[in-house]
Nanobody, 120 residues
Framework: QVQLVESGGGLLQPGGSLRLSCAAS????????MAWYRQAPGKQRELVAL???????NYASSVKGRFAISGDNAKNTVYLQMNSLKPEDTDVYYC??????????????WGQGTQVTVSS
């Protein structure tokens, strides 16, 4: 079992910055994929950013140039630095990690979600 715990959400004004963190615990042997998604009520969850253990990074076009994803495998943690926030960035943000457990089973775990609200 691999559990993810997110932190860092909040309420802030347009143009502000926020950093989300997501830490994994449990039977984590390897992490091959880390990502952040977001979801608004009544809408599908959408990919915001991803990073692989090979160093591949990709962003949704709506956040490119404003958000930055990074991972710290030593701490089993993924971060999302969000700058120049806009009201349309308001959503619940979820982290996702995939890899193998210490018993060589594949896992695909999600965080509980953290609310980010951008409003003046």
């Amino acid at each position: 079992q691999v559990q993810l715990v997110e932190s860092g959400g909040g309420l802030l004004q347009p143009g502000g910055s926020l950093r989300l963190s997501c830490a994994a615990s449990g039977s984590t042997f390897s992490i091959n994929f880390m990502a952040w998604y977001r979801q608004a009520p009544g809408k599908q969850r959408e990919l915001v950013a991803l990073i692989t253990n090979g160093g591949f990074i990709n962003y949704a076009s709506s956040v490119k140039g404003r958000f930055a994803i990074s991972g710290d495998n030593a701490k089993n943690t993924v971060y999302l630095q969000m700058n120049s926030l806009k009201p349309e960035d308001t959503d619940v943000y979820y982290c996702n990690m995939r890899g193998k457990t210490t018993s060589s089973a594949n896992y695909d775990s999600w965080g509980q979600g953290t609310q980010v609200t951008v409003s003046s």
